[in-house]
């Protein structure tokens, strides 16, 4: 086996055996032994192959249900593999499968920090050095010596996170323990896996922020259906994996396009003016109510002239009070559902900075910018996101699945999809 | 291999220890004062329903029983906690891979200390009663502590598996040691006596019976030492902590499945 190999798995199968009676009595036991059968064999894994290198951070992407878990467990040395699998791991390895595993909530803080922390695999004179770092990245100096079960939850975890980060170990499994804790606490999570990037450090990181493992991972994997079906470029994979969700949200989207298709028939012109919405993601805590298009003679349309200027005004309603940033994000799509541009309220020269909000206001964006698309139907979408100063620190609160379709026109005919103006020139050489 | 011992597993070893006894006592009143009232309820008890009924007339009776009462104890203790260890951390073994022997070995110690709470009143009441302590019975005595708790934990690699996939384990066991107490020569001497001359010889066969005498010959409170009988069963016990860390070892692999 290859010695810059962190992680090697080969041929790596995992069967459970489902018992709909479960063997947990001496009864049962012996009723089974007459009546088998009754239990079923499920493949949670099915012949996984993979190496990953010293140093790689790789995203582990796949649906609820999909063997991810099941796989990081395998690696954890929590399941073993069927026979016929290996599993090999160089260096060190830690499994944040779950943060704080362990916790007594009779016990103190700094009772907790020793326990969780030995259990981790450190030792107490190493967390005797680590103890001020550990209370400080978890801001929990003035409650140290509290019982956890009188901590809120937010801070149960941040205490967590921050035992499980001072391991000092040269393979890191995290399974989706970036969601945790507020968006500071969220922001200050991602620098220390940042850092850890920067120590090469190999990470195999669970998640389902896209953004995230497009962010911060070099490589990704795609497990679907219990089988490795994609390994390769984070962009690549991570759109194949919405690609999996767009494919099982079929159904809702019909009801979306219908809706779409009867509102286009009462209002049979593209001059549609403020466009009321109807399929979303989120909308808790904050809601893009309307939007607007308007093309560079001034009217409100969703016809658009290639290379001219065009604005568009977004209004969102908060649901919530808060001084974070209120980040609205515009993506554009072609026909065939690839990403053509993002733009972003934060991607300004001089970025927007929102101002704070209480329940109840609403904010109007507008944004005007030239139009770099060839003559062709294209596809819109908003998101608004609740964040810091600059991505990647932020939570989607209101997406809006329902592409709005622009019709682009030019006087002339063009070729491709993006619009360039050339200047050329031509000298007769002779 | 691995190291077997190294700091982190000492220091996990001790996280828990420390944790279990801190909750076993916790928001209780009279805390640490329940390892002593358990076994001095069970002793006032029995010293006087068997005074009412026994005609056997003992040499120092009170610690005769008081002894039988704590090391009967301190044996089902071990077995019940280590029986039980894998279960009562089985949120910590199916999310980290710790070592799992850990946790039997911490369960196990937490009867160690409360043998070692009770042995410090049973001092208190020899020097009362102005016996003689003898050095080299209390070595013989801490040496018999070593064989029960290695014996223990060799049967406790075993159990705490099999109770994981059956737990009709914990009630068999418990009905075993309770019936067992009856069996073993605690609040009784076997003599022709008590029993006929089969039921004496079958108790007297009772190696828990037999190592209880044992450990009040140690303190001098009645019989002989037999020290080539028990080096005899600390090579089993021995044996067995082997023959179980095998198992173990074999057997662990599995365990989380079995949640």
Redesign the interface.
């Known amino acids: 086996m290859n010695k810059d190999n962190a992680i090697t798995i080969q041929n790596v199968s995992k069967t459970f055996l489902l018992r709909d009676d479960k063997k947990e009595t001496l009864r049962s036991l012996f009723s089974s032994f007459f009546n088998q059968g009754k239990s079923r064999h499920f493949k949670a894994l099915k012949n996984i192959s993979f190496e990953i290198k010293k140093g790689e951070f790789v995203g582990v992407v796949g649906k609820n249900g999909s063997g991810k878990s099941t796989l990081l467990k395998i690696i954890a040395g929590i399941y073993s593999p069927d026979k016929g699998g290996k599993v090999k791991i160089n260096g060190k390895l830690v499994p944040f499968l779950e943060l704080g595993v362990g916790f007594n909530p009779e016990l103190s803080g700094k009772e907790n920090i020793y326990l969780n922390g030995t259990i981790l695999g450190m030792t107490k004179k190493f967390l005797d050095n680590k103890l001020n770092d550990i209370i400080d990245f978890a801001e929990l100096r003035e409650f140290i010596d509290t019982p956890v079960k009188n901590y809120s939850s937010g801070m149960v975890v941040r205490l967590a996170f921050s035992i499980a980060i001072q391991t000092d170990a040269d393979v890191f499994l995290l399974d989706e323990i970036l969601a945790v804790g507020d968006l500071a606490f969220q922001k200050k999570s991602f620098e220390v896996i940042k850092r850890l990037k920067q120590e090469q450090k190999t990470i195999l990181f669970v998640s389902h922020s896209m953004q995230a493992v497009r962010d911060l991972c070099d490589r990704a994997i795609l497990i679907d259906h219990h089988e490795l079906v994609e390994d390769g470029k984070p962009d690549k994979v991570t759109y194949i994996y919405e690609q999996l969700f767009q494919e099982t949200e079929g159904t809702s989207k019909k009801d979306v396009k219908g809706k779409e298709k009867k509102e286009k028939k009462n209002d049979n012109t593209t001059e549609v003016g403020a466009h009321e919405l109807s399929y979303t993601i989120g909308g808790e805590k904050a809601e893009i109510i309307s939007y607007e298009f308007i093309d560079h003679t001034g009217k409100s349309t969703l016809k658009l002239e290639s290379n001219q200027n065009f604005k568009f005004k977004v209004k969102v309603k908060s649901n919530i009070d808060t001084n974070n940033q209120m980040i609205l994000g515009v993506m554009i799509k072609d026909d065939i559902n690839h990403q053509l541009y993002g733009l972003h309220s934060t991607y300004n020269l001089k970025p927007l900075k929102t101002p704070p909000v209480k329940i109840g206001n609403i904010l109007e964006y507008e944004c005007e910018a030239n139009l770099p698309l060839n003559p062709g139907i294209y596809y819109v979408s908003f998101v608004i996101s609740e964040g810091l100063d600059y991505p990647p620190y932020y939570q989607d609160l209101h997406q809006l699945a329902n592409f709005e379709k622009i019709d682009v026109y030019y006087k002339q005919v063009r070729w491709g999809k993006v619009f360039v103006e050339p200047q050329f020139t031509v000298t007769k050489l002779d | 291999m691995a190291k077997i011992i190294d700091?982190?597993k000492i220091?996990?070893l001790?996280?828990?220890v420390k944790?279990s006894f801190?909750?076993r006592y916790?928001?209780s009143i009279l805390g640490i004062l329940w390892v002593l009232i358990k076994p001095y309820a069970t002793f006032l008890v029995m010293y006087f329903v068997w005074s009412k009924i026994s005609s056997q007339s003992i040499e120092n009776y009170p610690l005769y029983l008081l002894i039988g009462i704590v090391f009967y104890t301190y044996f089902n203790e071990l077995a019940i906690l280590g029986q039980m260890s894998l279960l009562e951390r089985a949120?910590?073994?199916?999310?980290?891979?710790?070592p799992r022997q850990i946790a039997i070995i911490s369960a196990l110690f937490s009867g160690v200390i409360n043998l070692f709470i009770n042995l410090i009143f049973i001092f208190i009441i020899l020097v009362l009663q102005g016996k003689e302590i003898n050095p080299m019975g209390i070595l013989y005595v801490l040496f018999l502590t070593l064989i029960i708790f290695l014996f223990n934990l060799g049967l406790s690699f075993f159990t705490s598996i099999l109770t994981v996939?059956?737990?009709?384990l914990k009630n068999i066991f418990e009905l075993a040691f309770f019936l067992l107490f009856w069996a073993t020569p605690i609040m009784y001497v076997v003599d022709n006596s008590l029993f006929d001359s089969f039921t004496a010889k079958i108790i007297r066969f009772n190696p828990i019976g037999i190592i209880l005498n044992q450990v009040r010959a140690g303190f001098g409170i009645y019989g002989d030492i037999n020290l080539p009988l028990m080096l005899a069963y600390f090579a089993v016990s021995v044996l067995i902590v082997i023959l179980g860390w095998i198992y173990f070892n074999y057997k662990v692999?599995?365990i989380?499945?079995f949640f």
Do not use: P, S, W, Y
């Open positions: 700091r982190a220091d996990l001790n996280e828990l944790t801190k909750m916790q928001n949120h910590i073994i199916l999310k980290v891979n710790f996939r059956f737990r009709d692999k599995q989380a499945e």
